[in-house]
């Protein structure tokens, strides 16, 4: 008699086991860029500090470039990760593995957001005093981080899974980097109109938006509320379209 196969892997430890495995492979790779992140927001806060003096234009420089350290390590790395795991054939490896397809994705878009939580939270700190905020509510970053991590981890991902060659995929990532830049450090109000609308359909446009409004004296936290429920939904969505792409760029 043929001996019965094991059970299915369950998604819970299998996530857990790619995780923890994507968190220890990329801790030495990754943190001497993680480092560039934060250097580079902060350096762009001191270079704004000359143009914007307080109010609503401080508030938006300031969650821009806290938010852009997510957007660097989430979105800009995993799509260049996923490009080069394609093109070289690592997805072969994670197809042999008994873990879901929803495992894989989820476990590296969740280390590589881990390690934007050291730099985003130096980023704001420093712009909060470098523009006089207060920071009574940057607690709120523990909302902040993970929900546009995962909104922009996902999108990174499907980025990565789904250009047809590792240089677009890197091409993509930038762009998108880019992107969070342009869009999210210069306030809404100084904005074109069409630029505007591009900025709307920005996922990290939301938790700068969630951001920002906390360092009102009084914030608005139904707006709060909503702007990281889209995130939450964006990123429930760019996570599935990843596993999806997943999926597709495993059979291949």
Same mark, same amino acid.
């Given at each position: 008699?043929?001996?019965?196969?094991?059970?299915?892997?369950?998604?819970?430890?299998?996530?857990?086991?790619?995780?923890?495995?994507?968190?220890?492979?990329?801790?030495?790779?990754?943190?001497?860029?993680?480092?560039?992140?934060?250097?580079?927001?902060?350096?762009?806060?001191?270079?704004?500090?000359?143009?914007?003096?307080? +109010? #609503?234009? @401080?508030?938006?420089? !300031?969650? *821009?470039?806290? &938010?852009?350290? $997510?957007?660097?390590?989430? =979105?800009?790395? /995993?799509?260049?990760?996923?490009?080069?795991?394609?093109?070289?054939?690592?997805?072969?490896?994670?197809?042999?593995?008994?873990?879901?397809?929803?495992?894989?994705?989820?476990?590296?878009? +969740? #280390?590589? @957001?881990?390690?934007? !939580?050291? *730099?985003?939270? &130096?980023?704001? $700190?420093?712009?909060?005093? =470098?523009?006089? /905020?207060?920071?009574?509510?940057?607690?709120?970053?523990?909302?902040?981080?993970?929900?546009?991590?995962?909104?922009?981890?996902?999108?990174?991902?499907?980025?990565?899974?789904?250009?047809?060659?590792?240089?677009?995929?890197?091409?993509?990532?930038?762009?998108?980097?880019?992107?969070?830049?342009?869009?999210?450090?210069?306030?809404?109000?100084?904005?074109?109109?069409?630029?505007?609308?591009?900025?709307?359909?920005?996922?990290?446009?939301?938790?700068?938006?969630?951001?920002?409004?906390?360092?009102?004296?009084?914030?608005?936290?139904?707006?709060?509320?909503?702007?990281?429920?889209?995130?939450?939904?964006?990123?429930?969505?760019?996570?599935?379209?990843?596993?999806?792409?997943?999926?597709?760029?495993?059979?291949?």
């Amino acid at each position: 008699m043929p001996a019965p196969l094991a059970p299915r892997a369950r998604l819970g430890p299998s996530l857990a086991a790619v995780y923890r495995a994507q968190l220890s492979r990329a801790r030495v790779a990754r943190i001497p860029l993680l480092f560039v992140a934060t250097f580079q927001s902060v350096g762009i806060m001191i270079l704004m500090r000359g143009v914007v003096d307080g +109010g #609503a234009e @401080a508030r938006a420089v !300031v969650a *821009g470039s806290s &938010v852009l350290v $997510v957007a660097f390590v989430a =979105l800009n790395l /995993l799509a260049q990760y996923f490009g080069q795991l394609r093109a070289s054939g690592g997805l072969d490896h994670y197809a042999t593995l008994p873990v879901p397809p929803a495992a894989v994705v989820l476990g590296a878009a +969740g #280390a590589y @957001a881990s390690f934007t !939580v050291p *730099g985003t939270a &130096v980023t704001a $700190v420093t712009g909060s005093v =470098l523009f006089q /905020l207060p920071l009574t509510h940057l607690w709120v970053l523990a909302a902040v981080i993970p929900l546009s991590g995962a909104a922009l981890a996902g999108l990174g991902a499907a980025l990565g899974l789904l250009a047809p060659r590792q240089e677009l995929a890197t091409l993509l990532g930038q762009l998108g980097m880019s992107a969070a830049l342009l869009l999210g450090v210069l306030p809404a109000e100084r904005l074109p109109g069409p630029i505007g609308y591009a900025r709307d359909l920005l996922p990290s446009t939301y938790g700068v938006e969630a951001l920002a409004r906390t360092f009102d004296a009084r914030p608005d936290w139904a707006a709060v509320a909503f702007d990281l429920g889209v995130c939450a939904a964006v990123g429930v969505v760019s996570l599935a379209v990843a596993t999806w792409a997943y999926r597709r760029a495993a059979v291949r």
